[in-house]
């Protein structure tokens, strides 16, 4: 009787060691994989100096202000047009993408950019996106790269994943899977030369930054990628009462919650409710320029706050004078409104 009392004290001891030893285990676990929220670091391009968080700037009557979700402060839109050296000579033999064919084309007496690029239908932005290091002036015999399509050459950087270079140029990160055929187990490394299809270029020598910096702004596309034009600007029938009206920008087709991101860098100066725009987020902008961006479901920005360019701000909405959920989308120089089609 007494061995198999001593037997049965003996393995519930074990049992008890057992499952303190299990108990530590999880704990450390659990440690290294949720870490205490005071050793989290805060984004300064979401919280800013004073630390607090991003609000809609919407009078607090309105059922569309929201808090920016997690995951839209992951993004850390750069987006800032950078200076190009001989460095930035891209490899083409490193080109993912298969959407894209290159040529090479040597400068002929006679010929510039524009007429070369109007030549090949696409423009000179998508020249530079596709030589860096294009020298300002054309030069006779000098070698330029011609792609098949509007857009951008990236080489990826040490430390760029997808979707830094996605918010970088204001684009959809799944458009870039697509156009450069990457997937989960194929994933972009050090090196690789990416398209980015309808972008502008973000790197350029020093006086074509120069001249766009004096002629106007860079514009990216407001909704990531260059939609239909359901209504263009200039004289139109209204919609709603069949009278012929000017319309003061263009209204692109997209989805009810589709994201809308800022055109270029500047400083938000206005936000919430006005007339027929709905919900509005205006953006002022170098030069003179704003943007506006109407008809929002929900804003994310908040008056007074700096953004960068692919910056999320809002959503699609079908707020104002609509008919169904588009963006309106506005480009004004010194106050007068002009063809956003002439600026993206």
């Known amino acids: 009787m007494l061995s198999f009392n001593r037997r049965f004290v003996f393995f519930l001891a074990l049992d008890a060691v057992i499952l303190l030893g299990l108990m530590g285990v999880f704990a450390a676990v659990n440690h290294a994989f949720v870490p205490e929220a005071s050793q989290q670091k805060l984004d300064p391009l979401v919280y800013g100096n004073s630390l607090t968080p991003i609000v809609d700037a919407i009078p607090q009557t309105l059922a569309t202000v929201a808090v920016i979700p997690q995951s839209i402060i992951a993004r850390r839109p750069e987006g800032e047009i950078q200076i190009a050296t001989d460095a930035d000579i891209l490899n083409l033999q490193k080109l993912l993408s298969k959407t894209v064919q290159v040529t090479v084309h040597t400068v002929q007496m006679g010929e510039n950019y524009w007429t070369i690029a109007k030549k090949n239908n696409i423009d000179k932005e998508t020249l530079i996106g596709a030589n860096p290091t294009m020298p300002f002036e054309a030069k006779v015999k000098e070698s330029l790269n011609i792609l098949s399509r509007k857009g951008v050459l990236h080489t990826v950087k040490k430390g760029e994943d997808l979707a ?3 918010s970088d140029y204001g684009v959809d990160e799944k458009t870039l899977k697509t156009e450069n055929g990457l997937s989960w187990w194929k994933r972009i490394h050090e090196g690789d ?7 502008k270029p973000l790197l350029m020598v020093k006086e074509w930054r120069d001249y766009f910096s004096t002629w106007g702004v860079m514009f990216g596309n407001p909704l990531g990628h260059w939609r239909r034009i359901n209504s263009p600007f200039g004289p139109r029938t209204d ?8 319309h003061g920008g263009v209204d692109l087709h997209a989805k009810y919650g589709d994201p809308v991101y800022a055109a270029a860098k500047g400083k938000v100066v206005f936000t919430g409710v006005s007339g027929g725009y709905g919900n509005l987020i205006v953006v002022a902008h170098g030069n003179g320029y704003q943007t506006f961006y109407g008809h929002l479901s929900k804003i994310y920005a908040k008056t007074g706050q700096r953004v960068r360019r692919g910056a999320l701000i809002g959503r699609v909405g079908a707020t104002g004078r609509v008919t169904g959920p588009h ?10 409104a002009v063809n956003p089609e002439k600026y993206i």
Do not use: N, Q, S
């Not at 919609?239 to 000017?246: A, C, M, S, W, Y």
């Not at 963006?327 to 007068?336: D, S």
């Open 193 to 199: 030369v990416v398209f980015i299809p309808d972008a």
């Open 327 to 336: 963006l309106h989308f506005e480009i004004r120089k010194k106050g007068k």
């Open 239 to 246: 919609p709603l009462t069949g009278d012929i009206r000017h």
């Open 164 to 166: 830094r270079i996605a």
